[in-house]
């Protein structure tokens, strides 16, 4: 499993311009049962993607977010084994 950290290095109108093929390039991986969890970081620098995957994936996966493609953001990712969970998660 990977927590993918995404970073804003560009300002948020320029962010906004992207969002909606972000979020289309979000749904396509929720639909083939990758992405767990997603949304903005608080504040809004960035987003995290909780993903059932490898880093090596990851990385592959993250060169088809339009984010990426266009220069957007950077990305951390952390692998990480779950030992312990509890789902689903309440707001």
């Not at 639909?31 to 990851?58: C, H, N, W, Y």
């Not at 990305?75 to 990480?80: A, D």
């Amino acid at each position: 499993m990977v927590i993918i950290e995404l970073t804003y290095k560009k300002p948020l109108d320029t962010v906004e311009q992207h969002l909606l093929a972000h979020r289309d390039f979000l749904t396509s991986f929720y639909t083939e049962g990758m992405f767990i969890a997603s949304g903005p970081k608080v504040p809004r620098d960035g987003g995290i993607i909780l993903a059932q995957t490898t880093k090596d994936k990851a990385q592959e996966i993250i060169k088809q977010d339009p984010f990426y493609i266009n220069g957007i953001t950077d990305y951390k990712i952390i692998e990480f084994t779950p030992s312990r969970y509890n789902w689903p998660v309440s707001n």
